[in-house]
């Protein structure tokens, strides 16, 4: 039996929340080059721990042919003058604090440019222009997620036929993470962090990035689950060819719990809070086709949420240069290699 996805919500009059934008109001615009903000094409298809769990040091997810393992770091600590371990970057904080890096990278100037990324009043003026609150508790929260982005290492494995494999290897996301505090005119605290951002990791986000709508991940803050369901969507639906569509069971070898539920051990819990978050994302992303029943999710072609003509204008980029498009080449890794390659981060990142 196919479950009832509301795609196109009607006026309820509702008060829209002041720490995020309404699913009508968006639906009801196009999104501007302002709104647009970019992914790393691995994220959208291996999403990050929903939520922090004392004690983990690694994550590793698989999503067909890809699998991302991160590993948290170390930092030094100006307070108790000692160097700490980190975690792995989690939660919807997480997610922010990568779309305003990503944002960065992609229209700086040049690389150099892209590698240095300001995380003090350019954060703090992204986080207002979106409603974030960027005070107390979710100040320290996007602060610590920050810290955790900087200094965590990735590795990302590509799978293909005949049993041929490639790894990305990305020594860490940072070369360096800076931060102090400073007061402003009314002796408040204000954080102010750096990052420089790694080139190989900076080189792949400027040429394979992803578009993505700033103001429905920001609509879908308090839901981390339904921000990754929509940033799949928005990604894997445009890419679909078969005019039946493609069929992902919910659990299984290639299901969606190994992509979205690493942190639910129930498949019963899974199918349950997967349906939840479809339903949310959906609301951000009204033009997805898509069907889903008790088995899995059937996927079909769909406009990109964020169309062509904006996600690659060159008015959004100061370099001037078109993303390119990510496509799987004819030399794609395969299954059988004798051994395990070492491949720059500006190998194709499959879809």
């Given at each position: 039996m196919?479950h009832?996805?509301?795609?196109?919500?009607?006026?309820t009059?509702k008060?829209?929340?002041?720490?995020?934008l309404?699913?009508?109001y968006?639906?009801?615009?196009?999104?501007?080059?302002?709104?647009?903000?970019?992914?790393?094409?691995?994220?959208?298809?291996?999403?990050?721990?929903?939520?922090?769990k004392?004690?983990?040091r690694?994550w590793?997810?698989?999503?067909?042919?890809?699998?991302l393992?991160?590993?948290a770091g170390?930092?030094?600590?100006?307070?108790?003058?000692?160097?700490?371990?980190?975690?792995?970057?989690?939660?919807s904080?997480?997610?922010?604090?990568?779309?305003?890096?990503?944002?960065?990278?992609i229209?700086?100037?040049?690389?150099?440019?892209?590698?240095?990324?300001d995380?003090?009043?350019?954060?703090?003026s992204?986080?207002e222009?979106?409603?974030?609150?960027?005070?107390?508790?979710n100040?320290?929260?996007?602060?610590?997620?920050?810290?955790?982005?900087?200094?965590?290492?990735m590795?990302?494995?590509l799978?293909?036929e005949?049993?041929?494999?490639?790894?990305?290897n990305v020594?860490?996301?940072?070369d360096?993470?800076?931060?102090?505090?400073?007061?402003?005119?009314?002796?408040?605290?204000?954080?102010n962090?750096?990052?420089?951002?790694?080139?190989r990791?900076?080189?792949?986000?400027?040429?394979r990035?992803?578009?993505?709508?700033?103001?429905?991940?920001?609509?879908?803050?308090?839901?981390?689950g339904a921000?990754?369901?929509?940033?799949?969507?928005?990604?894997?639906?445009?890419r679909?060819s078969?005019?039946?569509?493609?069929?992902?069971?919910?659990?299984?070898?290639?299901?969606l719990?190994?992509?979205?539920g690493q942190?639910?051990?129930?498949?019963?819990?899974?199918?349950?809070?997967?349906?939840?978050?479809?339903?949310?994302?959906?609301?951000?992303?009204?033009?997805?086709?898509?069907?889903?029943?008790?088995?899995?999710?059937?996927?079909f072609?769909?406009q990109?949420?964020?169309?062509?003509?904006?996600?690659?204008?060159?008015?959004?980029?100061?370099?001037?240069?078109?993303l390119?498009?990510?496509?799987?080449?004819?030399?794609?890794?395969?299954?059988?290699?004798?051994?395990?390659e070492?491949?720059?981060?500006?190998?194709?990142?499959p879809h």
């Amino acid at each position: 039996m196919a479950h009832e996805l509301t795609k196109n919500p009607k006026h309820t009059g509702k008060r829209v929340s002041k720490n995020k934008l309404d699913a009508e109001y968006l639906i009801l615009s196009e999104p501007t080059t302002e709104d647009i903000t970019f992914s790393h094409p691995v994220f959208v298809q291996c999403g990050l721990p929903l939520r922090h769990k004392k004690g983990r040091r690694e994550w590793l997810v698989e999503h067909g042919d890809l699998s991302l393992h991160i590993q948290a770091g170390v930092v030094a600590e100006g307070r108790s003058r000692t160097l700490v371990n980190t975690d792995i970057p989690s939660g919807s904080a997480a997610r922010i604090g990568f779309s305003h890096i990503h944002n960065h990278i992609i229209r700086a100037a040049s690389l150099d440019e892209a590698c240095n990324v300001d995380l003090g009043q350019s954060f703090r003026s992204y986080c207002e222009k979106y409603r974030i609150p960027v005070g107390g508790k979710n100040s320290r929260s996007i602060s610590r997620e920050i810290v955790n982005i900087g200094q965590a290492k990735m590795t990302i494995g590509l799978f293909g036929e005949k049993s041929r494999a490639k790894t990305i290897n990305v020594p860490q996301i940072a070369d360096n993470v800076d931060f102090w505090i400073e007061r402003d005119d009314r002796q408040a605290a204000i954080w102010n962090p750096s990052l420089t951002i790694n080139p190989r990791y900076a080189e792949t986000v400027r040429e394979r990035g992803v578009p993505e709508d700033m103001r429905a991940l920001i609509g879908l803050y308090e839901n981390t689950g339904a921000m990754d369901v929509y940033k799949w969507l928005s990604y894997r639906c445009p890419r679909v060819s078969n005019p039946k569509g493609v069929f992902i069971p919910y659990v299984g070898k290639n299901g969606l719990h190994k992509s979205f539920g690493q942190s639910i051990a129930s498949s019963r819990k899974f199918k349950q809070s997967f349906i939840g978050w479809l339903k949310e994302a959906v609301r951000f992303y009204p033009d997805a086709n898509i069907r889903a029943d008790d088995n899995g999710l059937r996927i079909f072609y769909s406009q990109a949420p964020v169309p062509p003509e904006i996600s690659q204008s060159k008015s959004m980029f100061f370099n001037n240069k078109n993303l390119k498009r990510i496509d799987v080449r004819d030399d794609a890794p395969r299954k059988g290699d004798d051994n395990t390659e070492n491949i720059s981060l500006d190998d194709e990142i499959p879809h």
